[in-house]
């Protein structure tokens, strides 16, 4: 593992004895018109210490953590800093006191260069003037002491999501603080950029930095934090230090009762492979995908899946499976041949691809998923009204509105109503949206990327049943996720893909996560 | 969906401005006699008749994010091409055909420039608009061309149940646009296109198709404002609604429509038309002079917004 | 008796000629106890078409007009008359339907003479660039007078016609004339700003010796240019305050249910720097 | 940064559009033996130096999204202030540093009343281009103010090592302005925001602050092209520069600045206005028709632009 100790970091807080107290949060409350998103919220932050925060999508953590980081500012309540009351006047003032944040919705400027994102807010020079060799040296240094491989020069907008991920992770880092709050840092990373990040969160830690940590992955929550709070509907409703509590009761004091699994158990009888001399020939492929191949993209694919089955891809950030989803869905040109039902069908837009029963849950939901101004209401039926009977011209508003709570109520959506723009929810909650969009189109094919980025455990739960209902009735789905155990548990198949190519197939039986990992990285020969 | 929020989201949706309008009214049925009868606000809606009506199309574009500066010199080539092929004595409904279409082509020109092309529809435009108005010139020789098809002139200037016909046109495109707008699976992509293109690809949205076909009802509606117009006239003017296409922007952003795309709505449009409207006819009827007109109008317009504005906010 | 009101809707406000013009309307309105609206048309047909419907709410006795096109302003003098308003127009003339009186300047007799002079300046022979406003045409009436007056010269050629409506516009197309003809020995300015830019071009172009200039309109700044630079060979002269305060008058005299004459030119002058 | 990469850069920035740029020279050269000549070339940059500083202005406004359409206006009032000042025989500095406040101060009300008051920059600017030339008529009862200063006329027509003193001041306007947009923290704040605004607020940039600099900048740019305009015409119009505001736009996103914020460089907008000028130019040189240049003028854009767009979508 990379040293954590090696980031150019201009204060080290050596006055910060560990453990005490750095910021506090006594009875915040925030109301946005007229909904509570916290409600007299209390909050401890210590140095050299991870404080988590657990809780259901919409249970306010990000809300607290934007008022602790100066975007928003309290409705009541009061903020200590070192035990002296302060008021944040923006981001600009929290920063100065020290407290970085690196959000849970990306917010870097695309046509810029990850350099100047690092240093957005004080790029380094003269009186005014840019230095940008030295910007780009600093940048690369800082980079390569957090291990991360991304050339500073690029610009953001060629950079896939976790890499996003990584930057935003880097710029928060890279001014002198003593709170560092992490929401999601991990939600679009695979499991060895999250290591990663553990390493950094442990360099904080022996450097004195408060840190807050939210993530809805409560294994990793074990298994960094010294103090565990759970949230519920705007309030704290408990906090826990860490070795005193267990998964289950977490997870019981978050949602509010206990949760039996976390995954749904799988179809009674798993599908039987392609060629298997117990149904020989009985069933044909509904998606079958030969020599397909799209120039820098990714190489050479052969697959099938048949209907009522789910294939798990995994691979490492950067492998290419989100380009073979796009692919399949029309957004790129790619050679090869697809066939639907054994007829052999092209797909040049997503518009084809709809038409053609294929639905698509992007990793992405700000940019591709969801109209972020427009309504609920409107962005679950973003393609049912158009898709769901060609040629229509009028909107049938009852079956939409029928149609859209049905979804909200389903999925567990937490909304103040349909007509709310979708700007405002949650992170979770918005990922739910995108889910329930293609949901609502019924799909025979469904490719879904990360389609639980972000979703706390119950929801994690529901969606996961919601798959397993589809495919149970004869979709196929394809899983792309980062997180293994979910391809895992979820997967009927399981491809793994590695450097834009496929490099091996696994039935569901026998699988380790060691197995798997071995063939994502190099280590075992294809 | 119950009643109150209902109103209430037309209230959220209008308010403001909507307000504005009335205060307007008011302010000037205090300071002009004139101003508040039956006769002159059927003049106001006259007069505002073909800016509104453009900028109907006009919101259409904007909805997508998108900008038309060509409208103008579309309405001025419209109304020539309908002043030529009367000129020549072709049947009225064919005249009006033509015309439609001839819109309707310019329209989709600047649409399949913009979206086939992938050139920005702001250097497409403003170049459509020389173009387009080198046209009418060419085509008219720089002249005004007289009309005097009585059928045709009643376009403008007849009367059907007591009210003016533009009026009647301004009416029925109203209606006609609000429920595209709001009421069809059209209408919904526009929003949707115009709030994140990219989300309304991957929900298999054509777009670029759909911009073609929004520039080309942008083109259709300069069309019939061109028809007016110039029946109005009793001529085809070449060089007639010269900078309407600011005019008609402006009534379409004051009545609420985001530069940016995703926001907008036909009444709104409307009501900032009949703004602009009110404040041009209550300064005439009050003798400002011309220049002080200028400002008092922009002032106006400031003021209007800037009330709509702090409400928004307040409202949250 | 009642004070007469009369509404004005005056092609622009923003040419010496119209402000002149505005301002004898206002000083004769005065003089004959009448109160005037002015409104502006700013160029636009349509705008022009809303002022005099305005004027008709606000039941004005008579209007004067000058027309943003001949024969665009039919509606609004259709709409006056059924209104029963008699109508004036001033400068330039409605075409296609009967007003009651019209005051114009005669501006093909105006362009003749100013070929005349450009002739004499030139000692008849030369290359000459004319700087047009196509689209108007009063203006399009002073080019035919100028290029009539020319065609009596067979030395004399105009090689260039270039748009040239604003002042800096009219700059840029003198310069490009100058360009393209380095031996132009003559420049027609349609009016005072075309004029006024087709000197500063050959200022800047060092060709005050060569170039001569002809100008139309004849207002204050222009007059000042032709006593100053020799170079400015002569002006055509409006007269918008005669113009203006005749149309005043015959509104008055209408009202007051006299009989006027249907057409009112006034004769332009010609100004040089000998006139003064 | 090796050297063939900042080349490759600078190809990648400019290329479509400069060779655009090169093409239409060659043309011109070819079809007019008058044009390629240095004088006529130095006339070019004359004629468009006005329009190009004024574009600088507007370059700042698009980068950050926003929309000044005012700047005619301002150039008029700025312009008039200085004839007016001049008639009064103030001293030329003084004459000059009066213009430059005004154009600041014209342009900071653009910004506060846009980011202050919340209303849309467009709308804000409408306004203001009414009530600025209001302003300017009144100030100067709509007749133009002759100058006869010597030292100012020189700002528009005098010469310095040759060269005319207008192509000084846009040399030194875009070296300055490139600089601040390219090398300074203020330069980067502009692009940052222009491209998230979002990320600049949690950057902890003072995004309002940063609208109103932008704006008072753009109005300096204007009041600057106001006066060079004032010199070269011996006289300050109040009418001038109408509709150069579209001009100024067009010349910056012909040279890549996008309207949506984010992206643009000075040396790609001066690129523009060149273009802009040098179809001008040919076309008189060649004496095309009127009705045709327009014609011409629109259709050469397109090709320009649509080379340039082709371009980049081959590189990717
Ligand atoms: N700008 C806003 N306007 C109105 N409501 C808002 C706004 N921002 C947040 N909310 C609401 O506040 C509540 C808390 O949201 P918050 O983003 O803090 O949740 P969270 O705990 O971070 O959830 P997740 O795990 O999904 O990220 C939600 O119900 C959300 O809809
Ligand atoms: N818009 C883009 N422009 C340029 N390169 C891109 C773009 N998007 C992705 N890439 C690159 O393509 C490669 C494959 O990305 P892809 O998203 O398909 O991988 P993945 O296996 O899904 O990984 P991830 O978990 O990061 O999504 C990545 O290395 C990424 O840097
Ligand atoms: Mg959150
Ligand atoms: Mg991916």
Redesign the pocket.
């Given at each position: 593992m990379m040293s954590a100790m090696h980031w150019p970091d201009p204060a080290s807080d050596a006055s910060a004895a560990p453990g005490r107290v750095v910021l506090e949060v006594r009875a915040i409350t925030k109301s946005f018109g007229a909904a509570l998103a916290l409600k007299d919220m209390s909050l401890r932050l210590r140095a050299g210490s991870v404080h988590s925060l657990l809780g259901e999508n919409g249970a306010g953590k990000s809300t607290l953590m934007k008022i602790l980081a100066g975007v928003l500012q309290p409705s009541r309540g009061q903020m200590l800093i070192d035990g002296q009351e302060v008021r944040l006047s923006g981001p600009g003032d929290a920063r100065r006191r020290g407290i970085a944040i690196i959000c849970q919705e990306l917010s870097l400027a695309g046509n810029l260069s990850v350099a100047d994102n690092l240093f957005a807010n004080h790029p380094p020079g003269l009186a005014g003037l840019i230095d940008d060799r030295q910007m780009l040296r600093k940048s690369r240094a800082l980079l390569a002491a957090l291990g991360i491989a991304i050339d500073p020069s690029t610009l953001v907008?060629?950079?896939?999501?976790?890499?996003r991920q990584l930057v935003e992770i880097a710029k928060a880092l890279n001014q002198p603080s003593r709170v560092v709050i992490m929401d999601e840092p991990t939600s679009?990373?695979?499991a060895s950029e999250a290591r990663m990040v553990f390493g950094i969160i442990e360099g904080l830690k022996a450097r004195g930095k408060a840190i807050v940590y939210i993530s809805h992955r409560i294994d990793e929550i074990m298994q960094i934090s010294d103090e565990i709070s759970v949230m519920r509907d705007g309030r704290c409703m408990d906090t826990k230090v860490r070795g005193q509590t267990s998964i289950e009761a977490l997870i019981a004091l978050m949602v509010g009762r206990p949760l039996s699994a976390i995954y749904p158990p799988g179809p009674p009888h798993p599908p039987a492979p392609p060629g298997s001399p117990a149904l020989p020939g009985t069933r044909q492929a509904l998606l079958r995908v030969q020599g397909f191949g799209c120039t820098?993209?990714?190489y050479d694919l052969d697959f099938e899946v048949h209907a009522g089955e789910i294939v798990g891809f995994f691979?490492?950030?950067?492998?290419?499976?989100?380009?073979?989803?796009?692919a399949l869905f029309g957004m790129h040109r790619a050679s090869g041949r697809i066939t639907l039902d054994g007829q052999p069908v092209r797909l040049r837009s997503p518009a084809e691809a709809i038409a053609h029963g294929i639905a698509f849950v992007t990793?992405n939901r700000k940019e591709q998923g969801l109209v972020l101004d427009q309504s609920v209401l409107h962005n679950i039926t973003m393609a049912h009204v158009h898709c769901r009977r060609q040629g229509a011209w009028w909107i049938d508003e009852r079956e939409e509105w029928r149609l859209a709570q049905g979804y909200v109520q389903r999925l567990g959506i937490k909304i103040a109503s349909l007509h709310q723009p979708v700007r405002e929810l949650s992170g979770g909650n918005q990922q739910k949206l995108v889910f329930a969009k293609w949901l609502a189109l019924r799909p025979r094919v469904l490719l879904l990327?990360?389609p639980t980025r972000g979703v706390d455990a119950g929801a994690k739960f529901e969606i996961y049943r919601i798959i397993r209902e589809l495919a149970t009735a004869g979709t196929a789905v394809i899983l792309?996720s980062?997180e293994l155990p979910e391809v895992l548990a979820m997967s009927d198949r399981l491809m793994v893909?590695r450097a834009?190519r496929l490099v091996k197939t696994f039935e569901r039986r026998n699988l380790s996560q060691e197995t798997v990992m071995a063939y994502a990285t190099a280590a075992a020969a294809p | 969906m119950s009643v109150s929020t209902y109103w209430g989201r037309i209230a959220r949706r209008y308010g403001g401005i909507l307000l504005g309008l009335i205060a307007l009214v008011l302010l000037f049925a205090l300071l002009s006699p004139a101003f508040l009868t039956t006769g002159n606000l059927l003049n106001i809606v006259l007069q505002v008749s073909i800016i509104a009506i453009v900028a109907f199309g006009i919101t259409y574009v904007l909805l997508l994010g998108e900008i038309d500066l060509s409208v103008g010199a579309i309405i001025a080539l419209c109304g020539s091409v309908a002043g030529l092929l009367l000129a020549r004595e072709m049947p009225l409904l064919w005249v009006v055909g033509a015309t439609l279409a001839c819109g309707l082509v310019l329209g989709a020109v600047n649409g399949a420039l913009s979206a086939l092309l992938g050139i920005p529809s702001f250097i497409v435009t403003v170049a459509t608009m020389g173009i387009f108005r080198g046209l009418a010139f060419i085509a008219s020789d720089g002249m005004p061309v007289p009309v005097d098809d009585e059928a045709f002139i009643r376009i403008g200037n007849g009367h059907m149940l007591g009210l003016p016909v533009p009026i009647w046109i301004l009416a029925a495109l109203l209606a006609l646009n609000h429920c595209v707008l709001s009421k069809t699976v059209f209408g919904r992509k526009a929003y949707l296109a115009g709030g994140n293109a990219e989300a309304a690809v991957y929900a298999g949205i054509r777009v670029k198709r759909l911009k073609i076909a929004i520039f080309t009802l942008s083109g259709l509606m300069a069309a019939v404002g061109g028809m007016v117009l110039t029946a109005r006239l009793y001529s085809a003017q070449p060089n007639a609604a010269l900078g309407w296409e600011l005019d008609a922007i402006a009534a379409a952003v004051l009545g609420g429509t985001s530069l940016a795309g995703g926001y907008g709505t036909m009444v709104g449009t409307l009501i900032g038309a009949l703004i602009i409207g009110v404040i041009n006819n209550g300064m005439n009827l009050m003798s400002v002079p011309y220049f002080y007109q200028l400002i008092v109008k922009g002032a106006v317009i400031l003021v209007a917004v800037c009330i709509d504005v702090q409400n928004k906010k307040r409202r949250g | 008796a009642g004070k007469y009101t009369v509404g004005a809707s005056l092609l622009t406000q923003q040419h010496p000629f119209y402000i002149e013009l505005a301002d004898a309307m206002k000083k004769q309105a005065a003089k004959d106890g009448v109160r005037l609206d002015l409104s502006i048309a700013n160029q636009d047909l349509n705008k022009q078409l809303s002022d005099v419907e305005d004027f008709i709410s606000k039941k004005v006795d008579a209007i004067i007009l000058s027309p943003v096109d001949s024969k665009g302003v039919k509606a609004a003098v259709l709409k006056a008359g059924a209104a029963g308003i008699p109508v004036i127009t001033v400068d330039i003339a409605a075409s296609g339907v009967a007003v009651v009186a019209h005051v114009a300047t005669d501006n093909y007799a105006g362009g003749v003479k100013a070929g005349e002079l450009m002739a004499q300046a030139t000692a008849g022979k030369g290359r000459i660039g004319v700087l047009h406003y196509p689209t108007v045409q009063s203006v399009v009436d002073r080019v035919e007078g100028f290029k009539k007056a020319l065609s009596a010269h067979p030395q004399m050629k105009i090689v260039s016609i270039q748009p040239g409506i604003t002042r800096a516009e009219a700059l840029t197309a003198a310069q490009n004339m100058l360009q393209a003809h380095p031996d132009l020995a003559g420049i027609f300015g349609f009016g005072d700003d075309a004029a006024l830019a087709a000197l500063a071009s050959i200022k800047a172009a060092n060709k005050l010796g060569q170039v001569k200039v002809v100008g139309f309109d004849g207002m204050a700044e222009a007059r000042a240019a032709v006593d100053k630079e020799p170079a400015f060979v002569g002006v055509i002269r409006q007269y918008p305050d005669q113009m203006g305060a005749r149309a005043i008058g015959l509104a008055v005299a209408v009202l007051a249910g006299k009989k006027v004459d249907k057409l009112n030119p006034v004769v332009p002058g010609v100004y040089t720097a000998a006139h003064q």
């Open positions: 907008a060629q950079l896939s999501i976790a890499e679009s990373l695979g820098g993209r990714f691979g490492l950030v950067g492998a290419g499976r989100s380009d073979v989803l796009a990793e990327d990360e792309v980062s893909m834009k | - | -």
